[in-house]
């Protein structure tokens, strides 16, 4: 069993900066793929960002691509997301995903859930 513990969300104004971490519980965090989710008021969860076993390779939504960065420490059981030059449009709840087996199409199915989901965390932009 793995617990997924997201922080970091907040208020920030348009074009500010934001940190999520997702700290895991257990030993085995290295052998999951993880992910970033969000989902907006009266939309669904999408997808956001990925990073795979090692830390040395992630994918990204067309929507945040160059302004958000995945990245992991498994010897800290965490992963995290660099958010800049935020949009309005990046608010939402934020989840993070755990995945055990597969690559990245399977951790973005919307048809297959991850192992594990946190609880997420607000993200809001707004002045």
């Known amino acids: 069993q793995v617990q997924l513990v997201e922080s970091g969300g907040g208020l920030v104004q348009p074009g500010g900066s934001l940190t999520l971490s997702c700290a895991a519980s257990?030993?085995?965090?290295?052998?999951?793929?993880m992910g970033w989710f969000r989902q907006a008021p009266g939309k669904e969860r999408e997808f956001v960002a990925a990073i795979n076993r090692g830390g040395d390779s992630t994918d990204y939504a067309d929507s945040v691509k160059g302004r958000f960065t995945i990245s992991r420490d498994n010897a800290k059981t965490t992963v995290y997301l660099q958010m800049n030059s935020l949009k309005p449009e990046d608010t939402a709840v934020y989840y993070c995903?755990?995945?055990?087996?597969?690559?990245?199409?399977?951790?973005?199915?919307?048809?297959?859930?991850?192992?594990?989901w946190g609880q997420g965390t607000q993200v809001t932009v707004s002045s």
């Open positions: 257990g030993r085995t965090f290295s052998i999951y793929i």
């Open positions: 995903a755990a995945r055990r087996y597969g690559g990245f199409s399977d951790l973005k199915n919307p048809r297959v859930e991850p192992d594990y």
